[in-house]
Structure formats: C-alpha cells, structure tokens
C-alpha cells in the first residue's frame, strides 16, 4: 500500500472539489491528494445531457483563479441578451485545462482518478486494485457530499415495464426515428431542459406531454448577470426582492409581491407554485414552455406500463410510439446540514443559496485565512438546497444573515471584492460597513458601480430594507413552521 503526506486528502474533483483547491493553491502552501472515482475532473457534468448548459452566466462558475469562457453576450437565442452559458463539452475542457495547467504544474496537487475513496483515509484504484492511503493528521474535505446527481446514472424511481420506450434525458440527442409523442417525466430543471431541447428542435408542443408533480418557482435570468452594465436592474431586483420581504403581511402576500416585482417567476399563472429550486429561465424560455399544454398534475409516476402511466393521484394513456424520457433524478437534493469544519474533516456545503462553486471557494479562503473552528463555522452558516416554496424564505434569509455577518469583517470584505466568483465583484464593490448607512448615502468608500444614479439609489433601498426583511422573514417563517406543526 502505498501511503502519501499531504495537507488535504480531497474526495471529489467535481466543482466544488476543484474550486476549493484552487483558492487553497492561492492562499496557501498546502499539498493537496485529490481523489476522484470519475476517470477525469468536472464531476456530474462528465455524466450530463450533451445540451445541457449552465444555468447561470458562465462569468459565475468554475475556480476563482481561472474564467470561463469569453465574458460576451449572447446574441441569438432564447439567452440573447445575456451572457453566455458554457455547455457540458465547455465545463468538461475547462476543468481539464485547471487540472492539467494549473493543478498539476504546481507540484502540490497528486490527482488519483477511477478511485474508490474507502472512508478511512484510504483509496483503492479501480483500474489496477492498488491502494493508497494518506498519513494521520491529513485534513479530509468531503466534496461530494452535496453530489448532483443525473438520470444517465440513476434510474428512474418508479417501475418501468420492459417494453416500454424509456430513455433518460441524454438518449433525446441520439434518437434515430421520431416517436409518435412524447412524455417528460420531472418538473425540475431537466424537465425543462427536455421541453426546451424539443421545442427548439420544432416539436410540435401538442406531442409533448409534460409530467409535472409540482409547479415551481422559477428566477429570471436577467436578475443574475455580471458587470455593470446590468448591475441597474440586478441591484435593483434585490433591493425589490428586500423590500417585498420586509412589507409583507403574510406568505401569499410574499410571493405576490415577489412575482409582481420580478423577483420570481412561474410557468403557468394560473397554478400557484409550491417548488421552488433555484431554477432560472429567461422571459423568452418561459414563453416557449408555455406552449406546452398537455400539463399532467397527478402527483409522481408510481409505473410506466404498455397502456397506462399510473401516478400518485390517477392514471393517462401511453402506448407503443410513446418515447418517455426520464428527468426525475434530484439534482439538488436537500441534504442534512452537518459543521462544516468538523475536527479534521471539512465538509463542503452551500454558504450562499444554490451556489455551489463560490462556497466551495469561500470555505477554502475560511480555513486558509481563520483559525479559530468555532469562527469559521459562524461564518460558514450552511444554507440548504431548496425544495419547497417556504423554503424560498428559509435560504433567502440565511444567505442575508451569512451576508450581513461577512459585511463586518473589512479583510473577508476585500476578499469577496476580488472574487471572481463573487456575483457582488461582478457588478460592483461589495458594500461594507465602513462604506454604507443602513438608512442613508453610501460614504465615502462608495461602491465603483454606484456612482450612477440608479445604481446608487438601488443599492440605498437594499442596504435600508435588508434589516426590517430579515425580521419580517423570522415572523413570517414561524408563522409557516407553526401552521406545520398544528396541521
């Protein structure tokens, strides 16, 4: 057995795994083993739908040291507009170039892939059985525990006959002849993933049947974009999104109002959403899945047999010409939140809602820069995945809380100004505490981008609401927790 000495044993070269150890590789000496059971780094995107693309601009995602792709604007599209999302093909590269141009050549990073993590400090080689194992004392950072998972490697939670036509989502770009109809199985991301890939591949809508066990909110896009040409409206949507949440009087009210304001958006106006998963779209998307009129809400599919797809709530017609495609495995999944700095275990979450990379890298500047563990879990207050529409209070008011707390600290303030990953960097100046009044003019250490007027005043009706939106959200979420319990 082959034994190594390194600072951190990282399990998982997925996203997370690598944006840690790129901030690690800046701002620190540290060696790193990393460790993979994938035969390459770039985690569920190695396993992801050829057209998927990132959901988010491009700008926000990757290593903090690195960008991703060309920080240009779409102009064709549904995503015209906007800037670039980089697709699976992109992501996959681009972490192969981090790994083989940076990892590598510093000499402090030993990649082990095709690698079985035993739990122990120890890994086993899937290609030859060799073992490995790291000396006592090593740091272990669990990267994986928040996993993505996909349908091409999960099948489907519900029973198949076998001769029904069932495919995950990666099989619709590799069908030979066109089915008779098809079905979308999942409401998610994927799901709309599905629906989009065949519409803008001039399905006809009326053949697409769409399984939807619960309508979700989703965000628009054009809220979350970088630089200062759109920090207008982004400041702008947050600082409605504070206000809403700081006046409503109840629930309802609250995402009236959010959906009123832009914050928040839903496919059908009708259905009043109870999911909500961080999932974005474009105003122009969310036209093209309004297209799609054959919504089935009958709660989850129980079995997919010859005749009859039978769910939680009834039953509708299939048949033999039917394609089902498969886009019901949880990406996102809500999992337990446990310290993330735990002795010498680190366990990367989510310190931010929904954003994976930038924790990922947060963590890392935490350890490099704190010693204290009892500090930097304060300030690595984990914020769960969503699920639920309530839970759109619960992680909106812990990642205000996470932000007000890292306004605080001038040092952990000029670090999220330099971070690349930062969406706050990419439309301006982090606002501090030495350089904002809660109810008045920012001073004199004025944000870069609020020297124009709306940007200015967008960021005086944030910095106002976000105290009075803190507690309002408290009330309001206890109010929901109480109704819980009494149900």
Same mark, same amino acid.
């Not at 996959?92 to 000499?107: E, I, K, T, W």
């Not at 769409?210 to 809220?223: E, Q």
């Not at 996102?332 to 954003?355: K, N, S, W, Y």
């Not at 992680?395 to 996470?402: G, M, Q």
């Given at each position: ?196 890939? !065949? ?58 109002? !959010? ?229």
């Amino acid at each position: 057995m082959a034994t190594h000495d390194p600072d951190y044993l990282v399990i998982g070269a997925g996203a997370m795994g690598m944006a840690f150890v790129d901030v690690l590789l800046t701002e620190t000496d540290a060696t790193v083993v990393l460790v993979d059971r994938r035969s390459r780094p770039g985690g569920h995107w190695t396993d992801a739908y050829p057209f998927v693309r990132l959901h988010q601009p491009s700008s926000f995602y990757g290593v903090n040291s690195r960008p991703l792709g060309d920080d240009t604007i779409d102009l064709a599209g549904w995503n015209a507009g906007l800037y670039e999302l980089a697709s699976a093909s992109e992501v996959c590269a681009y972490f192969d170039q981090v790994m083989n141009q940076r990892f590598l050549p510093s000499g402090r990073v030993s990649f082990f892939p095709s690698c079985d993590y035993g739990g122990d400090g120890s890994f086993t080689s899937t290609m030859t059985g060799a073992v490995h194992a790291v000396a006592d004392g090593t740091r272990v950072v669990g990267a994986t525990y928040m996993n993505v998972t996909v349908p091409a490697t999960h099948p489907p939670r519900y029973e198949v006959d076998p001769e029904v036509r069932c495919v995950p989502i990666n099989g619709l770009a590799s069908i030979a002849e066109p089915p008779e109809r098809y079905v979308i199985v999942g409401a998610g991301k994927t799901g709309m993933d599905a629906c989009l890939w !065949l519409l803008a591949n001039d399905v006809d809508p009326d053949l697409i049947t769409w399984i939807t066990p619960r309508d979700s909110w989703v965000l628009d896009r054009a809220n979350i974009q970088p630089g200062p040409d759109f920090a207008p409206v982004v400041i702008g949507s947050a600082a409605s999104q504070m206000e809403v949440a700081a006046g409503a009087g109840s629930i309802d009210e609250l995402f009236a109002g !959010l959906e009123e304001a832009g914050v928040l958006l839903r496919i059908d106006r009708s259905v009043r959403p109870t999911m909500y998963r961080c999932a974005t779209v474009t105003k122009a998307e969310l036209d093209q899945l309004r297209r799609i009129e054959n919504v089935v809400r009958l709660g989850r599919v129980r079995r997919i047999g010859a005749t009859e797809i039978e769910l939680d709530e009834g039953s509708i017609p299939t048949g033999p010409g039917v394609l089902h495609v498969d886009c019901s495995s949880d990406g996102l999944a809500r999992r337990p939140v446990v310290p993330i700095f735990d002795g010498d275990r680190i366990t990367l979450q989510t310190v931010r809602t929904c954003q994976q990379v930038f924790s990922a890298a947060f963590i890392a500047h935490i350890e490099a820069a704190y010693d204290d563990p009892d500090v930097k879990n304060r300030l690595c207050t984990v914020v769960p995945h969503p699920d639920t529409d309530v839970d759109w209070l619960r992680v909106t008011l812990a990642s205000t809380l996470n932000a007000i707390q890292w306004r605080q600290d001038p040092g952990l303030t000029a670090w999220l100004n330099d971070a690349r990953l930062d969406g706050f960097s990419r439309t301006g100046r982090y606002p501090t505490a030495r350089n904002r009044s809660a109810n008045g003019p920012v001073g004199d250490g004025a944000d870069e981008v609020a020297s124009s007027g709306g940007v200015l005043g967008a960021t005086r009706r944030l910095l106002a609401s976000s105290g009075p939106a803190v507690e309002n959200l408290q009330a309001l979420l206890s109010q929901a927790e109480s109704r819980t319990s009494s149900g």
